[in-house]
């Protein structure tokens, strides 16, 4: 599998609802950062289901390095 395409070096805080499904990109690709778009096709990468427990600020990741895909464990800080 390749390497994602770092889509920034940060976090993107997202204000969820609780119950609904989010699907992160994790090729780094999409338009529709930090959500899938498509981009992945011809690709090793799938989308990541984030499925919000509770309604409130989420940060994901957009580097795509994250061990806690698909949310934000701060590892940008070392790319």
């Given at each position: 599998m ?23 990109c ?6 529709k ?30 580097c795509k ?15």
């Amino acid at each position: 599998m390749s390497d994602p395409v770092i889509a920034q070096k940060e976090p993107i805080a997202v204000e969820v609802q609780e119950g609904k499904s989010y699907w992160w990109c994790a090729c780094g690709k999409s338009q529709k950062q930090p959500f899938c778009d498509g981009s992945h096709k011809g690709t090793d990468f799938v989308p990541t289901e984030y499925k919000a427990e509770k309604g409130g600020k989420v940060f994901f990741c957009g580097c795509k390095h994250s061990g806690k895909q698909p949310l934000c464990d701060g590892s940008h800080a070392n790319l």
